[in-house]
């Protein structure tokens, strides 16, 4: 049923599971002891995290964009050394209305001190965003099978 759920509101797997459990541990430590139902929550959210991870995977990718006056430095490095693709868009800065060079770079989970240190050693000025990606599709990736 959770996962019926799940394919039609916003809300995870174990998110839907710990909800409904929620309701029940609220029931048991009414009718029973509290400290009985506390254990029981708190054994069920380390059990609804696990399930989350094992349906959203351990490869969770990162994504980096790197606003930098050394794009291509940066570009270069990273494919060399990590053999990524790379994308590069140019951008305006909306306060100061000068123009700006945008690095965007998607890595696996284990390659992100890596960058840091290729940003860190082309453009020490550069700001950088990293965010969590739950799945990836393409060349150095996943493949299209199966989506």
Not at 86 to 108: E, H, M, R, W
């Amino acid at each position: 049923m959770a996962v019926l759920f799940a394919r039609t509101t916003s809300f995870s797997v174990g998110q839907i599971l710990l909800g409904v459990d929620a309701v029940i541990f609220l029931v048991a430590a009414i009718l029973f002891r509290p400290e009985m139902a506390m254990y029981a929550i708190i054994y069920m959210f380390i059990a609804t995290r696990i399930v989350d991870l094992v349906q959203e995977g351990l490869s969770l990718s990162k994504s980096v964009m790197v606003v930098t006056n050394q794009p291509q430095r940066i570009a270069d490095e990273i494919m060399a050394k990590l053999e990524r693709g790379v994308t590069l868009f140019q951008a305006i800065g909306a306060y100061s209305g000068d123009p700006k060079q945008v690095v965007y770079c998607v890595i696996n989970r284990s390659e992100l001190s890596q960058i840091k240190e290729i940003v860190r050693h082309q453009d020490p000025q550069a700001f950088m965003a990293i965010s969590e990606v739950p799945e990836v599709v393409g060349e150095g990736f996943s493949s299209w099978r199966g989506h």
